[in-house]
């Protein structure tokens, strides 16, 4: 099984240690990983077919501080489609004039959906197949970019056509909101003030949060399985779409 | 004026070498650096807002020798559009299911096209919005991926349109060719059996190519300027449109 990790956050921000012991998992998801950053409208998208705990571009990011308020990585065990650079998460598409970025965890079965020439996969992915007609369907019921609360309706909408196919766990940003789908296994938390330390679950790693931030600092994250052994991580139930914005969860 | 580079193969080769003379050049240009590599149809975009001489992405590069049949590299001062990562090339979309990366050098003046729903630029500069048009204008030619004599048929008709606004020197590829349009400075060589020693314009640097190739490799590299001083480069004329396939000069 693939492992996700979403950030959002009321400012930027930087993964370095959720990223550290999140690539620790890379040990068993070693089919490549990725990382997307958005810096206010734009976005770098770091992918490599290579493990996370082998990449230069991890070695990188490990030690490259990128501030961000909305982040998504993703290290993949393949379950559909090859080891390749094209099959490897998060995908990224510009609708609206905004980049929009994707890490999917699961698989899905039989989903062969209609995609019409706007949005067509690049890979051979279930993954990116389902991000395209995603895309796809947003533009349709929407001309140009709706608020979070419109896209959000129209999300949980569409996302069930998707999650009848199989387990469709999925992480997507445009710079602005964090949608969090879970099928089965997704995990988050929203630290804010008093800011505490964290004691990393796969690494020999604590952060004294208090040192780094200021009272109205505040960040969500999301993730397949709990990153931290000492923070009160909550489960989203099955079929569950929660929506992150500023830091905290507004849906 | 910004500078482009552009490598296009018959074999994955790296480009340690000429990226490192290239980013040399990024004294002077300093509002961000971008580079592309693809991977079969996959893609890796890295993008920094940094100047290339600063940037750890940049120096990343000049020592992880990601090895591509296609390289696509830009150094940036800004003319129009803030210094922002929105604002940085290459750019990317995708067409087709293939990712089209593109990078342009110069200026254009009222260049206001119709964009219609399929290709919208996220950042605002006028290099932006002539890819997404070059690509709005691809896609209401072509149904699916043409060969890449139609589509360099089709560029060339389009091409004219934009370049009247100004100054439009460019490099584009989809992972099968590059091509290469000059308004004003574009240069390019041909590498092939026999291979010499090639010496950096920019820096203290030589590569005896003869020890890093087989007889059946070719190399083609198109940039703003020669990067060596002892190779014979050929200046592209104001108007003319080139394709590289398979690390030489097809049209």
């Known amino acids: 099984m693939c492992q996700l990790l979403g950030l959002n956050a009321n400012t930027p921000t930087d993964l370095v240690f959720s990223f550290t012991g999140f690539a620790h998992r890379a040990e068993e998801h070693k089919d490549g990983f990725g990382i997307a950053f958005f810096e206010g409208p734009g976005a770098r998208l770091f992918v490599d077919a290579q493990s996370a705990t ?9 030690h490259y501080p990128i501030r961000s308020r909305h982040i998504l990585a993703h290290i993949r065990k393949a379950t559909q489609g090859r080891v390749a650079l094209e099959n490897t998460h998060p995908f990224m598409r510009e609708l609206w004039g905004r980049y929009w970025v994707f890490a999917h965890n699961g698989n899905l079965v039989d989903f062969q959906p209609k995609l019409h020439a706007a949005f067509r996969p690049v890979g051979d992915t279930d993954s990116e197949r389902a ?3 995603l895309m796809q369907e947003l533009a349709k019921n929407h001309a140009s ?8 309706m129209t999300l949980a909408e569409l996302v069930p056509t998707v999650a009848r196919h199989g387990t469709f766990n999925f992480l997507l940003s445009h710079g602005e909101a964090l949608w969090a789908h879970c099928s089965t296994h997704l995990h988050y938390i929203e630290r804010s003030h008093p800011f505490a330390a964290a004691q990393l679950q796969d690494a020999d790693m604590t952060v004294d949060f208090s040192a780094h931030t200021t009272p109205q600092d505040r960040v969500a994250l999301v993730v397949t399985q709990p990153l931290t052994c000492n923070e009160d991580w909550q489960a989203l139930r099955s079929g569950e779409l929660a929506v992150f914005v500023d830091g905290h969860r507004a849906i």
């Open 54 to 62: 082998q990449s230069p571009v991890a070695e990188m990011i490990r």
């Open 131 to 133: 991000f395209c007609w």
């Open 145 to 152: 970019l709706p608020s979070v609360e419109h896209l959000t």
